[in-house]
């Protein structure tokens, strides 16, 4: 069965930090890509960060310079290091995983709730 559990979502204070982690199962994880989106209330699903099998990353150009997308292969998780979060950044963060070769394999997680306020 196919699983992705995302956690880590809290209230965080503006200029704040968080670390999201994504375990997944089920499915040979080495072979997808790996992607973190967010919703936002009333906005429509943005990719925030992206990191391929082969390890290249590719990032939101509002994230960039605060945000560090990882994988770890060996424990099928992706983490997502957020800095200096502000109130844009809040919003229902998803893992989702696509393979390499087959972008129409892709499976979602449930989210979880980034919340950046005073």
């Known amino acids: 069965q196919v699983q992705l559990v995302e956690s880590g979502g809290d209230l965080v204070q503006p200029g704040g930090s968080l670390r999201l982690s994504c375990a997944a199962s089920g499915f040979p994880f080495r072979n997808y890509d790996m992607t973190w989106y967010r919703q936002a209330p009333g906005k429509e699903r943005e990719l925030v960060a992206s990191i391929y099998s082969g390890g290249r990353t590719n990032y939101l150009e509002t994230v960039k310079d605060r945000f560090t997308i990882s994988r770890d292969d060996t424990k099928n998780t992706v983490l997502l290091q957020m800095n200096s979060l502000n109130s844009d950044d809040t919003g229902v963060y998803y893992c989702?995983?696509?393979?390499?070769?087959?972008?129409?394999?892709?499976?979602w997680g449930q989210g979880t709730q980034v919340t950046v306020s005073s």
């Open positions: 989702n995983a696509k393979h390499t070769f087959a972008a129409a394999i892709d499976y």
